[in-house]
């Protein structure tokens, strides 16, 4: 009998984690609350959970902290909730690791779908793909989609769920022109509601982490007025 799937919902607004679990029960997810931090922190620790919704403005340990320890020491999805909805509040939690962002008041449709592409993607390994391919290499860049792994030469290259997600969609095929919109559904699996400038931040990092010169970008190449294509190096280049 298959295991049902748990999120654990940490959030201190005790009407908003009541329909919070309320929409996931309904789609027969088993549902844990955590008020706090703290409290989210222990019992990621030892309880086996699928996903993580997370509140940014969390009591004791807030959720931006609790995103980055959760991910420095595991695969867990998360799922970033912030009643702000400020682009700044995005980016920093994509960029500490978390697999999506949903500003509140949110839409409880968009809220169940998100929570399901997040969980098919976690299952997938990544970014649904076309190709079954599970390792990739491009010049001196290689990638290992199966334990979402990233090298330049033999040097490993540290990347959150977000950034391997983007550069595995681009590497995938190399010279095709990928707007703004299709790489942000692409990588979200579900259309989007938010500013493609969180694609720009996720991009600029990904360039620092790979790039010789982040300036003169070798690898990902912007399209003036469309978005980005992928260009493979050659090894005697980088």
């Known amino acids: 009998m298959t295991r049902p799937i748990q999120v654990l919902v940490a959030e201190d607004d005790p009407k908003i984690a ?4 309320h929409l996931l029960r309904r789609e027969g997810y088993q549902v844990a609350r955590a008020r706090d931090g703290r409290e ?5 620790e030892v309880e ?10 969390l009591p004791e340990v807030d959720g931006f902290e609790v995103c980055r320890r959760v991910k420095a020491r595991s695969d867990l999805p998360v799922i970033v909730l912030s009643a702000r909805g400020e682009e700044l509040d995005r980016v ?3 960029t500490l690791g978390a697999d999506d962002y949903i500003a509140k008041p949110f839409n409880s449709a968009e809220l169940v779908l998100r929570v399901k592409a997040v969980l098919r993607r976690a299952r997938s390994g990544g970014a649904d793909s076309p190709s079954e391919l599970q390792r990739v290499q491009r010049g001196n860049l290689t990638l290992d989609r199966s334990s ?3 090298w330049l030469g033999e040097r490993e290259v540290s990347l959150t769920g977000k950034e391997f997600d983007i550069l595995w969609t681009l590497a995938q095929r190399p010279g095709q022109v990928w707007t703004r919109e299709q790489l942000l559904q692409q990588v979200w699996d579900t259309d989007y509601m938010g500013d493609s400038s969180t694609l720009t931040v996720l991009v600029r990092r990904l360039r620092e982490k790979i790039e010789p010169d982040p300036a003169e970008p070798q690898y990902i190449r912007t399209v003036y007025g469309v978005g980005y294509r992928f260009v493979e190096v050659p090894p005697s280049s980088v």
């Open 18 to 21: 009541k329909v919070v679990e």
């Open 40 to 44: 989210a922190l222990t019992r990621v």
């Open 48 to 57: 086996p959970f699928d996903l993580l919704l997370l509140d940014i403005g």
């Open 92 to 94: 920093m939690g994509l």
């Open 148 to 150: 979402r792994q990233a």
